[in-house]
Nanobody
Framework: QVQLVESGGGLVQAGGSLRLSCAASGRTFGNYARGWFRQAPGKEREVVAAISWGAASTWYADSVKGRFTISRDNAKNTVYLQMNSLKPEDTAIYYC???????????????WGQGTQVTVSS
């Protein structure tokens, strides 16, 4: 059974940092694009960052550029999201996803984790 499991969420003060991890099991995602998404209450799920299978290309939402960094360790079947200079507006449930290629629409990604809560206090 394929599973993506996020970890690393929590409560942090504005300006702080968190590192999210998403470990995959059940299959190898080394040749898959990986992505991080978030969904705040009352809002649609949005892409935060994505990384190509070989990590040669990365993409970021404008709202997190310069503050968040996505990376991957294919040997561990894991993708990371380093989040620095966190703001209250970053508060959301963060999800990781995987698919054969990077999709423009969140709902088109094939594999999803269960999400991890990130709360940034002011």
């Amino acid at each position: 059974q394929v599973q993506l499991v996020e970890s690393g969420g929590g409560l942090v003060q504005a300006g702080g940092s968190l590192r999210l991890s998403c470990a995959a099991s059940g299959r190898t995602f080394g040749n898959y694009a990986r992505g991080w998404f978030r969904q705040a209450p009352g809002k649609e799920r949005e892409v935060v960052a994505a990384i190509s299978w070989g990590a040669a290309s990365t993409w970021y939402a404008d709202s997190v550029k310069g503050r968040f960094t996505i990376s991957r360790d294919n040997a561990k079947n894991t993708v990371y999201l380093q989040m620095n200079s966190l703001k209250p507006e970053d508060t959301a449930i963060y999800y990781c996803a995987a698919d054969s290629v990077r999709r423009m629409v969140p709902s088109e990604w094939g594999y999803w984790g269960q999400g991890t809560q990130v709360t940034v206090s002011s």
